[in-house]
């Protein structure tokens, strides 16, 4: 079956533009969650989304912001871009509370 | 709060010899625990979990851990490492309906 699908791979910005990264999760997941990936930050969980709501949200600013489709595909947003706002950005799907997660391979977004 | 610890930035080992990558948690509740691995430039690829039962549990690639409650510790083993077993390793914790909370990862080197 079909993973779960991250587009687009590799983004470049310029600061101040808005990005949308987009996660097709696995068929029949209901659950997908954002995560950012930085070396010195290491993986911080940005939200999770279960059946079109927001479930549980971290420590990030406003200019991140997410939402989830009716057939559980998810979007994440981020505007005005910083130069910090530089990572890959993972995407994971779960089929139920206490499942394992499956990851997209990530949108490698570089602001510059 | 929830955190999860991994004390090793870095674990050597030569191949055929057993592996441990250690992690700690500390979380109010019952914990989910979870093993991922991460290759260059991929997302997270999940090993196991543990969620309740027997305290060692048996995942992908010949990896188990060992849950251990009073020592509030997870710890990922290998019976006898393989190169292709180089790689970026993450544990993780959550509570029921909380966020997963990742720990800082642990580089393993497998040397020939």
């Known amino acids: 079956k079909a993973g779960v699908t991250q587009t687009p791979r590799y983004l470049i910005k310029t600061r101040g533009q808005q990005v949308t990264l987009s996660c097709s999760p696995i068929?029949?997941?209901?659950?997908v969650s954002w995560y950012q990936q930085t070396p010195g930050q290491g993986l911080q969980f940005l939200f999770e989304?279960?059946?079109?709501?927001?479930?549980n949200k971290g420590n990030f600013p406003g200019r991140f912001s997410g939402r989830q489709f009716s057939n559980s595909r998810s979007e994440m947003n981020v505007s005005t871009l910083e130069l910090g706002d530089s990572a890959l950005y993972l995407c994971?799907?779960?089929?139920?509370?206490?499942?394992?997660?499956?990851f997209g391979s990530g949108t490698r977004l570089t602001v510059v | 709060a929830q955190s999860v610890a991994q004390p090793e930035d870095q674990v050597n080992v030569a191949e055929g010899n057993p592996l441990t990558v250690k992690c700690t948690y500390s979380?109010?509740?019952?914990?989910?625990l979870f093993w991922y691995v991460q290759y260059p430039n991929r997302g997270l690829q999940f090993l196991l979990k543990?969620?309740?039962?027997?305290?060692l549990v048996k995942g992908s690639y010949g990896f188990e851990a060992e849950f251990n409650k009073s020592q509030t510790s997870f710890h990922l083993k290998k019976p006898s490492a393989l190169v292709s077993d180089s790689a970026l390793y993450f544990c993780?914790?959550?509570?029921?309906?909380?966020?997963?909370?990742f720990g800082p990862g642990t580089s393993l080197s497998v040397i020939p």
């Open positions: 989304y279960f059946s079109e709501t927001q479930r």
């Open positions: 979380v109010s509740g019952n914990p989910y």
């Open positions: 994971a799907s779960s089929l139920a509370e206490g499942s394992g997660y499956t």
């Open positions: 543990y969620i309740t039962g027997d305290n």
């Open positions: 993780a914790v959550k509570t029921s309906y909380d966020k997963v909370i």
């Open positions: 068929s029949g997941h209901r659950s």
